[in-house]
């Protein structure tokens, strides 16, 4: 009996730790820059031309979500599909993500696949 008790506890235990976190959809606001050239201080930025940040995100390279606090959200899930297809016509502008957001090394990521623009 003890045994079949030991063996449970550690099947549960091990499912426990294994098991992926659900976290509840979370709703972000912000704005969409290339997170290469986008998140750099405003006088290195000044010299790129306008539209740098829409090249980036044709190529599929990584973009972000910038709060007005200052926190960066890498954007993923169908939004980021097919280099950022659904990204590109919104880069600079203001919009609301919701979506998983889940830690990937020292960055959050949110994982969705629809946005709205923000309401000013």
């Known amino acids: 009996m003890r045994n079949c008790f030991v063996g449970l ?22 704005t969409l820059v290339d997170e290469g050239c986008g998140l750099k201080p405003a006088a290195a930025t000044a010299a ?11 190529n599929g390279e990584p973009v972000a979500l910038l709060t ?7 954007v993923g899930g169908g939004l980021a599909a097919n280099k950022n ?9 203001t ?12 960055k959050s990521v949110i994982a969705a696949d629809v946005l709205k623009m923000a309401k000013k």
Do not use: N
């Open 9 to 30: 506890t550690a099947i549960v235990a091990l499912l426990a730790i294994g098991a992926p976190a659900y976290a509840k959809p979370l709703t972000v606001t912000g």
């Open 48 to 58: 790129m031309p306008d539209d740098c940040q829409v090249t980036c995100a044709k």
């Open 68 to 74: 007005a606090d200052g926190k960066v959200y890498r």
């Open 85 to 93: 297809a659904k990204l590109i016509a919104h880069m600079g502008h």
């Open 95 to 106: 919009v609301e993500i919701t979506g998983e957001v889940t830690q990937s090394g020292d």
